[in-house]
């Protein structure tokens, strides 16, 4: 994209001096350290970093998380000198909050590099702060011919596999970073909250996996505070921290935040929850999830709390962020043969529907936080996603589906493209009429990837009432194969601004692109 402003990756990591000074102070913990050593001179301190969330052409939303009760300021800039900075005063952190906020930005210029930096002030003495932690973010551009370039992923500390100093922690998160995307896109399974990491972890090869240990990682999350801790604990990796304040982020949900294959109503027969009551867990999860992650829709925006939504990135980009899992009807054998509940609720479908009618992006890309076509079980009996291997007419949660496929088709709605994680390894699908049991939609492709810090699992099988081609799959032969065995899994979307061709990479840690398309604007026979 030749149009486009970026900046070399040796002047992004000059920008970043002040943020990697600041948070020095939080290094990476050696084993079975509970968390950082923060300093106690009265002032204030960022110590955990600072993070973007949903940057549009004009907005943004910064995050900070305080040590102690402080006020957030925010400075934003053209040049990293803060000549001419514009000043946005904050809310007051305290205990309610973990001591997290966000301040949202607005007005800023399209398709520019903002810099800002965040100070903490003391909330009865202004002038005593603490040091200001830096970061930076492009707008989403007004013009087409600038392009857009983004990554996504998600499943992170899953399985036991936290953060190990002997590796250099989440190196992946550098690696990606090192690109320069606009935004990433994190699919949900930011956290395992029902995962305990131990201190140690032995490998088949004989060798020992190594993690950083806290408190509230010794057992599956129940309370607020552990919750809390759960989001806290990925913070404790600088390349993480250094990651947030380089790239924006687009943050969505699934089932770890709260426990595994949850749905609203369920209740628990696991022994190692004194809690069984799914919906209070979940209630205290989104608490702590719009705490640690800055989701413009939990922070005040219309229409209440929420985490699906739209974020419009110029004119190339809509983002629909699905939540597939607040609104799901129970896991179920998935052979119903009415159903108007499915994966996403009556309401979210209905938004979804007038949402994708409305935009006028080239793309639609749709952020699902499971997979369609592939077939994830819950039990011996039960399904977890949509598909439910019978290959014929839709039911269950594919009756949604169905209608969502229906309604893009008649509705003559071009650009849609699928992207996902959940299952552990990385694949690409091609849903076409010709070889579905239901044949009334458009061709669309489905790309999975992931994971980021966590075990890797062989592929899922294929359910054929949407025709899905398999045209490219990389899985282990077993379960829970190790970080420290197989790289780990991203995908990168690059939209071309003259072309308007959307590429996707299907790419691991290291360099390597597995697998690569080139989808064509407004095409519905790809």
């Not at 305290?94 to 909330?123: K, M, N």
């Not at 077939?375 to 019978?390: I, K, L, P, W, Y």
């Not at 071009?414 to 458009?442: I, M, N």
Request: charged fraction near 25%.
């Amino acid at each position: 994209m030749p149009h486009r402003p970026r900046i070399p990756s040796p002047d992004r990591r000059t920008v970043l001096r002040g943020s990697l000074v600041a948070t020095a102070a939080l290094t990476l913990p050696v084993v079975g350290a509970a968390a950082p050593a923060f300093a106690r001179s009265g002032r204030p301190d960022a110590a955990w970093g600072v993070q973007v969330g949903d940057v549009t052409s004009s907005s943004a939303l910064v995050w900070v998380r305080s040590d102690r009760p402080a006020r957030m300021v925010v400075e934003t800039s053209a040049t990293e000198s803060f000549r001419r900075a514009r000043t946005w005063h904050g809310p007051l952190l305290g205990p309610g909050t973990d001591f997290t906020g966000t301040t949202p930005l607005y007005g800023l210029p399209p398709g520019e590099q903002v810099h800002y930096r965040v100070t903490l002030a003391a909330p009865d003495a202004p002038r005593r702060t603490g040091e200001p932690v830096y970061g930076t973010f492009r707008t989403a551009p007004a013009r087409r011919r600038d392009g857009v370039r983004f990554l996504w992923s998600g499943d992170i500390a899953g399985q036991g596999w936290g953060i190990n100093p002997d590796i250099g922690g989440y190196r992946v998160y550098d690696e990606m970073r090192r690109l320069d995307p606009d935004f990433f896109l994190c699919s949900g399974d930011n956290i395992y909250a029902d995962g305990v990491i131990e201190p140690s972890v032995a490998l088949p090869d004989g060798r020992v996996w190594h993690n950083v240990t806290t408190e509230e990682k010794a057992k599956v999350a129940e309370t607020l505070a552990e919750y809390r801790g759960n989001f806290r604990y990925n913070l404790l990796d600088e390349n993480l921290r250094r990651f947030n304040a380089q790239v924006p982020s687009v943050i969505q949900w699934d089932d770890h935040e709260v426990r595994n294959n949850w749905y609203p109503g369920q209740i628990l027969d696991d022994v190692r929850y004194t809690e069984k009551n799914v919906d209070v867990l979940a209630a205290r999860s989104m608490r702590a999830f719009g705490e640690y992650f800055p989701v413009s829709t939990l922070h005040g925006s219309p229409g209440g709390d929420r985490v699906h939504r739209v974020v419009r990135h110029g004119p190339l980009l809509d983002l629909f962020v699905l939540d597939m899992r607040t609104f799901r009807n129970a896991n179920s054998p998935g052979r119903q043969p009415d159903e108007t509940t499915g994966i996403l609720g009556a309401e979210q479908l209905a938004w979804l529907k007038r949402e994708l009618s409305k935009s006028r992006a080239v793309w639609k890309v749709i952020a699902a936080d499971m997979p369609l076509g592939l077939v994830v079980a819950d039990g011996t009996s039960n399904f977890e996603a949509v598909a439910q291997g019978d290959p014929g007419a839709p039911l269950g949660r594919e009756l949604q589906i169905a209608e969502l496929l229906r309604f893009i088709k008649h509705r003559r709605i071009t650009g849609t493209v699928w992207l996902t994680a959940d299952v552990h390894y990385t694949s690409a699908q091609h849903y076409a009429p010709e070889r579905a049991a239901f044949k009334d939609f458009a061709p669309f492709w489905e790309f999975v990837t992931g994971p980021l810090a966590a075990g890797q699992f062989p592929s899922n099988a294929l359910d054929g009432t949407f025709g899905p081609d398999q045209v490219f799959v990389q899985a282990p032969d077993r379960a829970n194969v190790s970080p420290m065995e197989t790289p780990a899994l991203f995908g990168e979307v690059d939209i071309d601004g003259d072309s308007g061709e959307l590429t996707v990479r299907l790419r691991e840690q290291g360099g390597s692109v597995l697998f690569s398309k080139v989808l064509q604007p407004g095409r519905v026979d790809q």
